[in-house]
């Protein structure tokens, strides 16, 4: 059983919970959204809107296909599946895809393959944080439960610093989506 308070809940333990959301990032503001959502019993989701404004930028759910398309051009990048069980990393270029049989299909010549049941996104963000220190840029989808479906990080060079052509488009976009 979770201890989780399902997003959009308004009692009184939500708004404690979310007082240990806010002291967690006081005390680390670039620790693991992940964590201290389970940590405080919240939806990731509502961490990262506890975050600084300026640290992300919402999308409309009804953009994501528009939006995968345009993330197909940035090259290889980091996909990142972040759940209690794992955080399972693949680097490879996003292939383009295609609604059918209930799922947004992707596949290519890519690791990042499958298929995704893009309606059950309900929020898409950009988000430009620092993380252990370092400046890190990725486009969050979010489900209904406010947790993470996926993530695509801008990826690093072997210096481990953000590869300068994939930042501007991450910037490029970000600055699109708010048009």
Known sequence: MSNMIPLGAGT???????????????????????????????????VLEALP???????????????????????????????????LECEGSLPAGSFGMGYFNIHGDSPIGGHIRA???RAIYFVDRVFHGKRSCSVQFFNGEGEAMFKV??????ARALIPEQLDLFEACRAAQRE
Do not use: Y
């Not at 240990?20 to 990731?44: C, F, Q, S």
């Not at 640290?55 to 939006?67: I, S």
């Not at 990080?153 to 072997?158: G, L, P, S």
């Open 53 to 87: 404004p300026e640290t992300r930028a919402f999308v409309p759910p009804e953009r994501f296909e528009n939006l995968w398309r345009e993330l197909t051009g940035w090259g290889d990048v980091l996909f990142i599946v972040h759940t209690p069980d794992i955080v």
């Open 153 to 158: 990080f801008v990826r690093r060079d072997k």
């Open 12 to 46: 009184d333990t939500f708004g404690d919970r979310m007082a240990l959301v806010r002291a967690a990032l006081a005390e680390k503001p670039d620790g693991v959204i992940e964590a201290i959502a389970r940590e405080a019993g919240v939806p990731t989701q509502r």
């Open 119 to 121: 309606s059950n996104c």
